[in-house]
């Protein structure tokens, strides 16, 4: 490794000047963030590919991370933090705003820096020319819609008011953790840099299998001057994972490497002795084993893990009725098969945080989706009592299900308890693809029957789900899939199995949607070809098998406030107009043909028939606040806002008296995790419980009605019914944990557990919706443009438009890389310009219909829609396809040489 | 100890450029991504501050495009319409953040056979001026690339300028890539047309990303010579264009798909630079 001589260096960095003394080729990302402190330069791939590190240098974007400090000396350079202080760039910020621009927040700076240069050349853009602008900028949360929007009407815009006592629920409203996001002076999880802190990295394996032993460690160490800790060291018992009958990873590989990427040893030290380190002399050597990477030969094949000699990790079932028959008898038939890739998250915040004790406690501060899991996961791998691990969240740059497991809290954990030095840690771009968990792949089968009207009378689904070397989510994609195999369809016999498999290949886990969107692609495509048999058009054939009140699923579950019907009832006139526009265009059209597709989906809110309680606590202060312990985590969806709106209008108090504390397993009740689309529901419904617990204690002690109004001034709370009022000085109230008046309350969703059938209720709310997609594919070419999605989502209850537009947008963003371009290969696609996600140039139209069919049971009528939005978009989009070329795409993505392939399997 | 060294003087560069290990650096967008440090390693040479390297100048004999001029200087350059091929292509290199900072000559001593640069070049007659501290030297462009991600430098050369003479004509240039922008080419096609009383009087076409190096087409372009634009796009076919490529299967499409698209891309170009000739 190269050891230079650091010299200095005058940096002119938002009119200031510095001076630094480094290595005068270290990446100006690296400089501004550790030696000048302006961490709101983001990194998030060191390669030029993400753009999240965008700053200005005399006036024109670069990437700080490929540009050596040196080149800056001389020059103006300018980062998120100057914006603030010039009139129209604080404009730019407040229309990322009042846009809702900002989901996680993480390439919210590299945006607002390359749409500066923009502006200042061109203060009103066309939608074209921010998209190209934008371009060199991936977001993983919003896709783009609402970035473009604000960068294209960056004039002051209505200053949005917050809502009245009452009228917070509904309202459209900016999210309250936004500003930070838009100046850089949120914290995300690398930018919490402790004094003194031991830096950390991992030693990894390059094989997916192989036995390892170490040599000399004790000489490594020596020689370079760094700690090294393995699986020895660790005190607890080796084994972590997120559904704890099934936990099987370890923290740190004992003497098999199971995946490639896999952690086998810890390195740390000061941060000169880390980067002067040659980390490939590490003492290990490799005895390779044959990988098992193919699913279909897994059943037999090498055990990936002693303690499932048959590579099964689980199995699931959904049987109701004999679909066998079912299937014999139906007038019209369909049968096909589809296969999906892994798929990363991609989120621009690689995993990254830092731990250190205070006093006996082990704090980590690090990026993550499920703090009390991950507490529960320390202490248990550390040997620890809860009650000494402290999870504080960090801002969390994306998770989308990936940041739901633990990664480097047991590592950073590990290092700060043996040596009572704080510890950080930051994944590169490669260790975060190579090692945390990825989207299934799916290998499904499935046949559907329907009678001479278009009724479904029965379908039969198998899937083979590639689950990886750990278990992870693996069981929850295996019985989450036959739940919702059938689509939100009355589907009276049905017969659907799945089956998780462990590979030497990534680790299939959690992402948006729990297999839900590879089941709905297989089933949404042969409904297309179904109804072509049946001669019905193909929104008119689903809205006839819509399921609808009371009628039983196939889980034999009876439901209420079903919103499928309305949702494919909004999309009728869309519908006939795109169908025209593509039948008209395709009559004069050379080699472009334009087609159009509708798929829906439903997806449980919660765990699947397991407990899945969410607790808030919400109190009065002597001096007149109301203070939300909102645990949590917001990943960018909007849980810190759309919580609070919840207890708001429960309570009967402003939004604006509120404050947010949390989530921090020390300060905040459980939350749950941020997954399954609970949030808005469960701990929602926990906020409305708390809120009107809270409010009851106010209206006892004043003995008002229940429809009083509540008016807070100051420490002074007027209780006002149509009797009279009564105040209450909360200054004088004893006060109790710092509160005048609290309340928490806890709700867990009432399910019951499936019979070996799969029948029961696994949910106690479902959501639903459907997309429109109109596609344009050159026939010659193979390539698919997604000309406009119109989306139409049931959420029972709208508690923020702006945020739900939000959701949807960026669901479909997901669902259309996983149509069209993304497909994880472990060793090939390791950084983000070999896998592909969508840039601002890949993004359709959007329009949002959003429904209201209240819930009976959700929190003001309301339904999740998380992951709800991105199921319909690949399966939608395929549809579209196929109506354009006749191609019937069974490998995912659709890359343009399948397409084409296709369309001549199809004789087109 | 490496050391780091930003000379202002190109002399001063070649002396340095001699010493053992040295790694000429200008734009750092391929060097950076190379590494998962936070710093570069060896002894590095940042050609940035040289006076006289950056900018694009004409003089009698044609055009010089020193070796720090960036794609963004490309974009902002007043060209004739001959370099249309090479400007499209800097609008396509990476994103504005890359064309701010990367380089025409860092993507051909990069040598990527995706490099977006070479087919335009390539059609332009470019040559690459060379300079050591022993001298100079020009090379056409297409033996400057001898391979995947190799070059005709030597230890101790570097890349002064691009040299292109003075040429007629309408360039185009279409990558095809499975997102819009940040992408690598599937495959790319460079041309250049000069049409004299509605017949193809003079053409050059390259494709890129379908070999371990760009090439120019020379079958197909005898085939199209002296032809009519309309008669052209039937004379352009899959066997003429597949002549000069090799193209491999890789994570983004496989080689059939590659020739098949290369075609039609040629077959567009040559239209979109008939439009405009």
Known sequence: MTIRQPVPLGLTVNGRDHHVATDPTRRLSDVLRRDLGLTGTKSGCDAGDCGACTVLIDGAPVCACLTPAAQAVGRRVETVEALAAAPETAALQDAFLRHGAAQCGICTPGMLMAATALIRRTPHPTRAEAEAALGGVLCRCTGYAKIIDAVCNVHPGPTPEMPQAGAAVGARLPRLDGADKVTGAERFGADHLPEGALVVRAIRSPHPAARFVFSDLDGFARRTGLMVFTAADIPGENRFGVIPPFADQPALAETEARLRGEAIALVAGPRAAIEAADLSAFPVSWEILDPVTDPAQAQGARPVLAERPDNVLTRGRVVRGDAATGIADAEHVVTGETSTAFVEHAYIEPEAGAAWMEGETLCIRACTQAPVMDRDDVAKLLALPVERVRILPSGTGGGFGSKLDVSLQPLIGLVALKTGRPAVMTYTRRESMQSTTKRHPARMTASIGCDAGGRITAMEFDGTFDTGAYASWGPTVANRVPVHASGPYFTPTYRAETIALHTNNPIGGAFRGFGVPQAAILQETLYDDLAEKAGIDRLEFRRINALRDGQPTVCGQSLGGVGIGACLDALSVEWVRAVAEAESFNATAGRMRRGVGVASCWYGCGNTALPNPSTMRVGLTPSGRVVLHQGATDIGQGSNTVIPQICADALGLPLAAFDLIGPDTALTPDGGKTSASRQTYVSGKAAMLAGQALRAQVLALTNRAPDAALLLSGAILTVRDSAGETTLDLARLPVAEGYALVAEESYDPPTAPLDADGQGAPYAVYGYGAQLAEVEVDTVLGTTRVLRIVAAHDLGRVINPLLAEGQIEGGIAQGLGLALMEEYLPGRTENLHDYLIPTTGDMPEIRSILLEVPDPEGPMGAKGLGEHALIPTAPAILNAIRHATGARIRQLPALPHRVLAAMWEAGR | ?277
């Open chain 2, 1 to 277: 100890m490496s050391a780091f060294h930003r000379p202002t003087d190109l002399t001063e560069a070649l002396a340095i450029a001699a010493g053992p290990g040295v790694r000429p650096a200008a734009g750092c967008t391929d060097l950076f991504p190379a590494t998962e440090a936070q710093v570069l390693a060896g002894p590095v040479l940042d050609l940035t501050a040289i006076s006289g390297l950056r900018g694009i100048a004409r003089d009698g004999k044609g055009w010089r495009i020193g070796a720090v001029t960036t794609w963004a200087d490309v974009i902002a350059a007043d060209l004739p319409p001959a370099f249309d091929g090479l400007k499209a292509a800097a609008r396509e290199v990476g994103s504005v953040q890359i064309q701010t900072s990367g380089t025409v000559a860092g993507n051909l001593c990069n040598a990527s056979p995706a490099a977006d640069g070479v087919p335009p070049l390539l059609t332009l007659g470019a040559e690459v001026e060379i300079a050591s501290a022993t001298g100079m030297r020009r090379l056409p462009l297409g033996a400057f690339l001898t391979g995947v991600r190799q070059t005709a430098l030597a230890p101790g050369e570097i890349v002064t300028a691009i040299l292109i003479p003075e040429v007629a004509g309408q360039g185009a240039f279409l990558k095809l890539g499975a997102r819009r922008y940040l992408v690598i080419s599937i495959a790319m096609v460079a041309v250049r047309l000069v049409v004299v009383d509605g017949r193809i009087a003079e053409v050059s076409l390259a494709v890129g990303a379908c070999s371990p190096v760009a090439q120019r087409l020379s079958a197909q372009e005898a085939a199209l010579a002296g032809l009519t634009l309309a008669e052209a796009e039937g004379a352009v076919t899959e066997t003429l264009v597949a002549d000069a490529l090799s193209p491999i299967a890789d994570v983004r499409a496989d080689a059939a798909y590659r020739i098949a698209a290369a075609t039609d891309l040629v077959r567009r170009a040559v239209a979109e630079a008939g439009r405009g000739a």
